[in-house]
């Protein structure tokens, strides 16, 4: 099978099937390993220092009933082993959290990759195959016709939305043996994500033998001479820039009235409201960033740098996400490719393979960037920092909202992978990858505003 050709055999589909057993075998090897594995080992060593910190607890109040020491004496060795051992059991309860929710992460990337993948392309392989109908919208001389599938994929996540509050209250009770909930909750949003799941599978039905030729190009300004698709997107990036400047501008309005450790330290007793420590209003970037608000049993800052690593990789993560992705356009682009010397010669002996290597690699920096947020997310709310607080529902929400076009950005770039194994990508048809990689880009610059706005301020 060739770029250049315009049929899709139904063998290729099944290709899909297979990668998608190829990838949850995968989740379920990086579960095993970190979720059950290492973090079992972690729950041991947490369960120790839970004991060690009960003990050292208990002696500490026995010592204060019996008045051999003042409960407020802060310097008795008693109350510096007692508070070190509640530092030690939450330094291992964290520690099992991030294995433990890296583990369940990678599960359920793999097994949302798989489900899209896998179910699309079960779906496509089962169509008859029409050669007329790619005669009829497929030709090589033919415009790119138009797809439903777009209307169809929004009326599945309006149903899907429809749904979601009870879907979150069934979720949570699945996670939570204390919570009930009936599977039936379920319903309404599984209908959603059945829809959506046949809508992509159409549009990769649609997409996939498209060669390049017979783009639909603007005629109005101030778009005129560009590809429809092209337009479309800078259209869409810009309402979506609204929506990421509502969450940054209500956090700015927010956090400058907020009594924070800065503006405590700053006021001179002239900040209404931010007379003494009572008054502080704990951020995100007080839990992660060194010199925190946040204070243990000894005065110090629960701040660290290593709690902030996870947002710092994830930046990095990114930026290089955005690099490898314009590799692999111009790769994609360059008719006079040549492999490289070398161990990355034999990664990527063809420009096909290379391609292909390069989305992988964009692939698996964006999952890199699913399971750190996650970890993150699961140490802050062991630490306190829930939604249920103004400043936290303002992180979680513009956080999560970006993590969320990661994940659809993900889901996009699995497809990319697939085709760039099978059909490949030339100088031809590479206006996917360049499409892609515009949403891509936005992603990442709205991460690099979100980081130092939320983890650094």
């Known amino acids: 099978m060739s770029a250049h050709g315009n049929e899709v055999a139904n063998s290729t589909w099944l290709r899909a099937v297979m990668m998608a057993g190829m990838i949850f075998t995968v989740g379920i090897i990086g579960f095993g390993v970190l979720g059950v594995g290492i973090a079992d080992q972690k729950h041991h060593t947490w369960e120790d220092e839970h004991h060690h910190y009960e003990d050292a607890k208990s002696e500490w109040k026995d010592a204060v009933a019996a008045g051999t020491i003042d409960g407020d004496d ?17 330094a291992a309860h ?24 896998g179910i699309g392309g079960f779906l496509n392989a089962s169509k ?25 994929f929004a009326f599945g996540i309006m149903v899907f939305l429809m749904g979601l509050p009870d879907f979150i209250v069934a979720c949570k009770a699945m996670l939570d043996e204390t919570a009930t909930a009936e599977l039936g909750m379920l319903a309404v949003s599984v209908s959603g994500l059945a829809i959506i799941v046949i809508a992509v599978s159409n549009w990769w039905f649609e997409d996939l033998p498209f060669i390049g030729h017979g783009e639909q190009i603007a005629t109005s300004y101030p778009f005129e001479g560009d590809h429809i698709r092209k337009v479309g997107l800078w259209v869409f990036i810009m309402s979506e820039i609204m929506v990421f400047a509502t969450f940054f ?42 010199g925190g608000a946040k204070l243990d049993g000894f005065g110090e ?15 990095f993560a990114l930026i290089i996400s955005s690099y490898t992705i ?51 997310w699961s140490h802050l709310v062991a630490e306190g920092f829930t939604i249920g607080t103004v400043q936290g529902s303002i992180f979680y929400i513009a956080t999560g909202a970006h993590g969320l076009h990661v994940f659809i950005g993900l889901v996009i770039m699995l497809y990319l992978v697939f085709k760039a194994d099978t059909v490949g990508y030339d100088e031809d048809n590479a206006q996917g990858i360049e499409y892609f990689g515009l949403y891509w880009h936005f992603v990442d610059l709205a991460w690099v505003v979100i980081f130092p706005a939320f983890y650094l301020y």
């Not at 008859?128 to 169809?152: F, R, V």
């Not at 740098?305 to 710092?312: A, D, H, I, V």
Request: charged share 20%; with cysteine; aromatic share 10%.
């Open 74 to 90: 802060h310097d008795s060795e008693l109350y510096i082993a007692k508070e070190e051992a509640h530092n030690s059991e939450i």
């Open 94 to 117: 964290l520690s099992y959290l991030t294995y433990r929710t890296a583990g369940v992460t990678m599960l359920f990337l793999a097994g949302a990759y798989a489900s899209f993948i």
């Open 128 to 152: 008859p195959k029409g050669d007329d109908h790619h005669d009829d919208h497929h030709g090589e001389h033919e415009e790119h016709h138009g797809s439903a599938s777009p209307i169809i």
């Open 326 to 376: 314009v590799l692999a356009l111009k790769t994609a682009k360059n008719t006079n490719w040549e492999a490289p010397k070398g161990f990355m010669g034999k990664l990527m002996p063809t420009r096909k393979a290379a391609v292909r290597n390069y989305l992988i690699a964009t692939l698996m920096l964006g999952s890199l960037f699913i399971v750190l947020k996650l970890v993150e």
């Open 249 to 290: 501008s209500s956090y700015l309005r927010m956090r400058t009235e907020w009594c924070t450790k800065w503006a405590f330290e700053n006021s001179n007793g002239g900040f209404d409201g931010c007379r003494s420590e009572d008054d502080w209003v704990l951020t995100a970037s007080d839990y992660l960033r060194p």
């Open 301 to 315: 800052s629960v701040g660290d740098f290593w709690t902030l690593l996870p947002g710092g990789i994830n930046t």
